[in-house]
């Protein structure tokens, strides 16, 4: 049962099983006021038939006092006394509880107590009526209430299973648009109109709100590339007045180590600049052409390229690498991917430290000597790991993340024996 | 020779006709689209260099008159936008080569050196330069008769000089010729010392005269 459901189900349930027993005590008293009413009718009519059937028959005083001690001995249920005349008491009706010698079991009775006159003579006469316990008809009732709560709950189920299922399918159905709804797709979400109109406000209001998302993302995008478009000639101007300042022949050195801090600024500067905008191209979907490559000949190519960079750290390198693992990838994302992890690698690493890369059909794991690890929350965002001690562009794990969700492997890391690890499912 | 600056930054043009200017180089400048369609009717250069955004027009439609016209100057692309698809559409259509800004003034050279040798002496990949003698379809180096053991990464590091003869080259922009996007992403540069290093030692040591010089703290000339 679904959760909203069982929700509608509960309070329901338990209003139903209230209302069944309240009624409990309600019908005992109910049952019970007619059964004494009609009892006690019965009783005053028995009284009245005996008192006028015996005069009918004008009996002998003697004759009636034989009668009426046969009577006590065989008639059940009613029971003469005779009684002095001055001391005549009012009718009374009770009800009690006895052991019933007959039955052998507790019994409980209506009672008439009454006075008759038979020849001038007054008589005690007391009928009683055996009538159900008091505890079995409660527990009689008890036993049809629960019938009837269960029959209610089985039918609140079947019903709420049945309808609420129907009523709901189309916020079912917005839930599964809402899931399957991706910011950078760039597709709005599209419901289907419903009867409802509580659901078609709330899709209105979704599709309103996640086209405006959209938007803000899509301009987003849009300004990220243009500023990095924008930057370009800036930078080409600033870069090719510092190359024509070297060319000063009255340069100092002071001057000289001027021109190449400001030269290496620069560089970082270009380098956010070309990554932001490789960020924002694979956001635009600029690199979509993809075909089957050897991820094993282009890793190996990757690492010869690179053994200089590691010989100049003097770094230990362990390669693992099965051959003819392929991947169905843009070429020049899958380079700039194994480029950045390679380099991150290297970068991060001390001096005489190692990295490892093993690589096989399950996925690429590298890994590299380092100290403290890294928080994974903050690691793929942008910018949130440039160092004072390495300066980067703190846009590689970014980048590298970005093309791993393009291709949906996932990409994890992990920080384990002093040893960085990350590890690209494929 | 004849370089035609087709730029409508007043200031990069400038930077990069100082640059090249000198030496064999004669400079024009075309701040936009008329300028430029007027200097390529009227005269043949030897090396264009075209930016593709331009006032007045698309700079692709130059190349494809130049191509129309059946030109036979070298085009090198000069591009803020660095798009594959501009990058492959302007070499589809005649250009020679592809250079994104930012660039290093250096490297534009190199490939305006690559491409007048080879417009220039089209028959001939022997680049002769005082005692060196450079086979480009070898790759293989003389000094006078000795030949020059260099790895790839020093013979391109060879060429690039002879490219920029007389000019200071940054530490940067020699790693960014040699490793392209990877010398981008390390922050030392290092490595490039130990291949001039063995450079020098080499040249050395087949008697050729000390050309390539140390500039303190910024980088490396080529002094003729």
């Known amino acids: 049962m679904n959760k909203l459901l069982y929700k509608t189900l509960k309070p329901i349930s338990i209003y139903a099983l209230l209302v069944l027993l309240l009624s409990i005590p309600a019908y005992y008293f109910i049952v019970d006021q007619i059964w004494v009413n009609e009892l006690d ?77 038979i020849n001038n003579k007054h008589y005690r006469l007391l009928l009683e009526t055996n009538m159900e316990e008091m505890d079995e008809t409660v527990m009689a009732i008890s036993v049809v209430a629960l019938f009837f709560f269960l029959l209610l709950l089985a039918g609140f189920i079947f019903l709420l299973k049945r309808f609420s299922g129907k009523i709901w399918q189309p916020f079912y159905a917005s839930l599964d648009a809402l899931k399957a709804f991706r910011l950078n797709s760039d597709q709005p979400i599209r419901f289907e109109p419903t009867a409802i109109l509580e659901f078609n406000e709330l899709n209105q209001s979704l599709q309103r709100l996640t086209e405006r998302n959209i938007n803000t993302y899509k301009q987003q995008k849009e300004f990220t590339e243009n500023a990095s478009h924008e930057l370009q000639t800036p930078l ?191 | 020779m004849k370089i035609l600056i087709i730029e409508d930054e007043p200031a990069l043009a400038e930077s990069i006709s100082l640059y090249l200017s000198g030496e064999s180089y004669r400079c024009e400048v075309a701040g936009n689209f008329d300028q430029a369609m007027e200097k390529i009717s009227g005269y043949t250069y030897d090396c264009i260099l075209l ?90 180096v003389q000094v006078n008769e000795t030949l020059l053991a260099l790895t790839r990464k020093e013979y391109t590091l060879l060429l690039y000089f002879i490219g920029n003869q007389n000019r200071v080259i940054s530490k940067n922009a020699l790693a960014e010729h040699l490793s392209g996007d990877i010398a981008d992403m390390l922050d030392s540069h290092d490595f490039i010392y130990s291949h001039i290093k063995n450079l020098k030692k080499k040249l050395h040591e087949a008697g050729c005269s000390n050309y390539l010089k140390t500039v303190y703290a910024t980088g490396y000339k080529w002094e003729i």
């Open chain 2, 51 to 140: 930016d593709l955004m331009l006032p007045g027009g698309d700079g692709i439609q130059i190349l494809e008159i130049l191509k129309a016209q059946n030109k036979q100057d070298g085009v090198i692309i000069i591009s803020a936008k660095n798009a594959l698809d501009d990058k492959i559409k302007g070499l589809q259509l005649g250009a020679d080569d592809y250079l994104a800004k930012p660039f290093h003034l250096p490297e534009l050279a190199a490939r305006v050196f690559s491409i007048i040798r080879r417009k220039q002496f089209s028959n001939s990949n022997i680049i002769e330069h005082h005692e060196l003698t450079l086979d480009l379809l070898g790759r293989t």
């Open chain 1, 236 to 426: 080409a101007i600033v870069q090719s007045k510092l190359d024509l300042l070297l060319q000063d022949q009255s340069l100092s050195k002071g001057q000289s180590a001027i021109v190449a801090a400001a030269n290496s600024a620069l560089a970082r500067i270009s380098r956010i600049n070309k990554n932001l905008l490789l960020l924002a191209k694979i956001e635009n979907h600029q690199f979509e052409d993809a075909e089957q490559l050897d991820l094993s000949l282009l890793l190996q190519e990757t690492a010869d390229i690179l053994a200089e960079h590691l010989d100049s750290k003097q770094l230990s390198f362990e390669m693992n690498i099965h051959p003819g693992v392929s991947v169905h990838a843009n070429g020049v994302l899958l380079e700039v991917m194994l480029n950045n992890l390679f380099v991150n690698a290297i970068r991060h690493s001390p001096r005489h430290g190692n990295i490892s890369i093993s690589l096989d059909a399950g996925g690429l794991r590298i890994s590299n000597t380092g100290t403290t690890g890294l928080e994974p929350e903050k690691l793929f965002r942008r910018f949130s790991n440039t160092s004072p001690l390495s300066p980067g562009t703190g846009l590689g794990l970014s980048i590298i993340k970005e093309i791993c969700d393009r291709y949906s492997w996932p990409l994890s890391y992990s920080f384990e024996k002093d040893q960085h690890t990350f590890f690209i499912r494929l």
């Open chain 1, 41 to 117: 009718k019965h009783h005053y009519a028995l009284r009245g038939k005996i008192e006028s059937r015996f005069t009918k028959l004008q009996l002998a005083d003697s004759t009636i006092e034989q009668t009426i001690d046969i009577w006590n001995k065989i008639e059940p249920g009613s029971v003469f006394t005779p009684h002095p005349t001055k001391n005549i008491t009012k009718d009374s009706s009770y009800s009690v509880i006895r052991f019933d010698d007959y039955l052998q079991d507790r019994e409980q009775f209506r009672c008439l107590s009454t006075s008759i006159l």
